[in-house]
């Protein structure tokens, strides 16, 4: 209490579907990194832990489409938005992948994070159909 800190250590994540704006962030942000070192003598470091390729599939892919058939037949309204989860590997390697959504909630990643249990009986609905589809061959490009 009541002593200045000697270290700090500031983590975040850039977004974004475009892999040059994420590469022209990361590059003002090690700029302002070296003018704040030699403006105040601070050291002061960017460090980037890891980047991944945006990817992604065409909302006319034939999972997409089924796992909107299976929203629709469940009456759930779907929330598409881009991902930049784990799905880009899986799509970088030519493997078809989305998210999905079991429930939802409210704060999402905030200390004060809640899901809704209701919904989840048919966010599992979602994903057994969703698998059973998968199983009958929907990824089926041709």
């Known amino acids: 209490y009541n002593t200045l800190p000697t270290k700090a250590r500031l983590r ?56 909107r058939k299976i929203l629709e037949y469940l009456q759930v309204t779907p929330r598409i938005t881009p991902s930049t989860s784990e799905v880009t590997a899986l799509i970088a390697r030519g493997i078809p992948a989305l998210t999905i959504g079991l429930t939802t909630g409210d704060n999402a990643g905030e200390i004060n994070e809640s899901v809704d249990i209701e919904p989840i009986s048919r966010g599992l609905a979602q994903f057994i159909a969703l698998l059973k589809a998968i199983d009958t061959g929907c990824t089926d490009e041709s």
Not at 17 to 27: K, M, N, P, R
Not at 31 to 44: C, D, Q
């Open 12 to 67: 975040f994540e850039i977004r974004s579907e475009s892999d040059e704006i994420v590469s022209e962030l990361a590059q003002k942000i090690h700029y302002l990194t070296e003018e704040m070192t030699s403006k105040t003598g601070a050291v002061i470091e960017f460090q980037e832990i890891s980047r991944r390729k945006p990817g992604g599939m065409d909302f006319s892919h034939p999972l997409n489409t089924t796992a």
